[in-house]
């Protein structure tokens, strides 16, 4: 009972994790250009498709340096589409901005279809995947443990980078007052081009944890985005701890729904989760009610 | 040649004119003071010079270069703060963060603390409250930050845009006091004002907009005197 009670709670952290890796760059972009940029899940996906094509260019590649280049790239692409797509309609009507980033998304799922294919892909493993006796019995595999530490240590690098640094000061203040931030003689579009390069680089690695831990699908982002989405908002959007504490939050309730209740009921208790939660906090569970301008 | 000219500026929202082509000079060391009722075209003026808004026609020229064209971080990178309407602090970080970001275009070698020093001195309260979110603020004290951060950019023009609003009468004196004193140590200020009374006690020069258009301009003293100031612009208001 016991042994089975904490395999969940490793899945749900797993799957926690991939979520949140996901919800930080939603909450990131939000509170920076106040988008919500629903290409982010595809961007999820390329991300995993980098690492995998990675893999088969160079077999042997380690992980090590597969997973920064992986989302090195990941990250360019982002900028890229923030330059391309969305920088010109900054000052449009917020309604053009969604519109284009749905555009975007599913250019990049037809894209990543045509090139590599439809079919789900399997990324070799290449985490350890012996197992580890945690206590009297209950035994844990490696590449699980790997997974969740090496994300929430990507998650504390991104709390310092953006608390401790003059660039992270930066980005908050561009949620606070986008006109204030380039009186202070900082540049807007670099502060919000660096945003989205964090946020897909993020969003890359939970895509090569989740190609590790599962597969990979060029519709995958759809499914996951809107989960880490949902994740965000319960968060509070535009906190990032929130994004971390809704995304555990919503994996550990599907994950538990699932193993306790029944797979059908996963999602009707995830959405139902994020509207009972909105109806008693709307601003989510960090977020902070919005500011009237005076 | 003033440290900043504007020639023949007009600035359109649309297609509804707020500037007419107006021609503005500020000399060195000057506190220069534009005052005007709301809807003039005075706030319009200064987002103008900072590049937070295109202008259509003429230019504006700092130490002779034409601003033209420039992103607004470059404005402040070459010696232009704005402290805009609103005071346009940032709510969520500290006073001590609200200060570095204003650093950005500076070389920050040597001890952070003394790059803080002039601010300090100037407004002791910001430094009690430095930890401090800067939205906890008083109304005052976030005059007082926004002042402190142009200072930070190493700027040698200040453009001040309502510094008194929504300030009591003490808190106004206070401001004004540490805006005389900027000018002071040197730094060029063009000053934004509907209290027009106390803008032109600290101003060396003023000109006065109206629908867009210079309607007068003059030394502070023959402005105060001005029968058509006094009547737009002081009558009614406590100097």
């Given at each position: 009972m016991l042994d089975t009670v904490i395999q969940q709670l490793l899945n749900a952290a797993q799957l926690g994790a991939v979520y949140a890796l996901i919800a930080l760059g939603y909450t990131m972009v939000y509170g920076t250009i106040r988008l919500i940029n629903f290409a982010h899940g595809d961007i999820f996906m390329l991300g995993g498709y980098i690492g995998f094509l990675l893999v088969t260019a160079v077999s042997g590649m380690p992980l090590v340096v597969m997973m920064p280049l992986a989302m090195l790239l990941t990250a360019l692409v982002g900028m890229l589409i923030e330059r391309v797509a969305y920088r010109r309609l900054r000052n449009a009507q917020r309604m053009s901005l969604v519109i284009t980033a749905l555009g975007v998304g599913i250019f990049l799922e037809n894209l990543v279809r045509l090139l590599v294919g439809p079919q789900?892909?399997?990324?070799?493993?290449?985490?350890?995947?012996?197992?580890?006796?945690?206590?009297?019995?209950?035994v844990v595999t490696e590449d699980k443990i790997l997974i969740i530490f090496i994300s929430l240590a990507l998650m504390v690098i991104l709390w310092l980078f953006v608390h401790r640094t003059l660039m992270g000061t930066a980005m908050r203040a561009v949620a606070d007052n986008k006109d204030a931030v380039q009186l202070m003689g900082i540049n807007l579009n670099m502060v919000i081009a660096v945003t989205f390069?964090?946020?897909?680089?993020?969003?890359?690695?939970?895509g090569i944890f989740f190609g590790q831990a599962y597969s990979i699908d060029p519709y995958m982002g759809i499914d996951l985005g809107w989960k880490a989405f949902i994740a965000a908002v319960i968060g509070g959007i535009g906190s990032i701890e929130g994004a971390v504490l809704g995304s555990f939050l919503l994996a550990g309730v599907e994950v538990l729904t699932v193993a306790y209740l029944s797979s059908n009921m996963k999602n009707g208790i995830a959405f139902g989760l994020l509207i009972l939660l909105l109806l008693l906090r709307p601003n989510g569970i960090m977020g902070r009610p919005e500011l009237k301008k005076v | 040649m003033g440290l900043l000219e504007i020639r023949g500026l007009s600035v359109a929202y649309g297609s509804i004119k707020a500037l007419h082509g107006i021609d503005l000079?500020?000399?060195?060391?000057?506190?220069v003071s534009l005052l005007g009722a709301n809807g003039a075209g005075k706030s319009t003026t200064l987002r103008a010079v900072s590049r937070l808004l295109p202008f259509a026609e003429?230019?504006?020229?700092?130490?002779?270069?034409?601003?033209?064209?420039?992103?607004?971080?470059?404005?402040?990178?070459?010696?232009?703060a704005h402290v805009p309407e609103g005071r346009g602090i940032f709510p969520s970080l500290t006073v001590l963060e609200n200060l570095k970001l204003a650093t950005w275009t500076r070389s920050r070698k040597g001890s952070a603390a003394a790059l803080y020093r002039p601010v300090f001195d100037l407004f002791p309260r910001l430094e009690e409250r430095k930890s401090q979110p800067a939205g906890t603020l008083s109304g005052g004290e976030q005059q007082m930050l926004a002042l402190g951060r142009a200072m930070m950019t190493d700027c040698r023009v200040m453009l001040l845009d309502e510094p008194s609003m929504g300030l009591s009468p003490i808190l106004v004196k206070e401001v004004f006091r540490a805006i005389r004193e900027i000018n002071a140590k040197g730094t060029t200020v063009l000053l934004v004002e509907q209290n027009a009374g106390m803008a032109l006690k600290i101003a060396h020069r003023g000109y006065v907009l109206a629908n867009g258009r210079i309607v007068l301009a003059g030394s502070a003293e023959e402005l105060a005197r001005d029968q058509r100031v006094k009547e737009a612009?002081?009558?009614?208001?406590a100097g």
């Open positions: 789900a892909r399997q990324l070799p493993a290449q985490l350890p995947n012996g197992v580890v006796e945690l206590f009297n019995g209950v390069a964090i946020g897909s680089a993020l969003a890359a690695a939970g | 000079r500020i000399d060195e060391g000057e506190i003429g230019d504006i020229l700092f130490q002779g270069t034409s601003l033209a064209g420039l992103p607004p971080h470059r404005v402040v990178s070459l010696g232009i612009y002081l009558g009614n208001r």
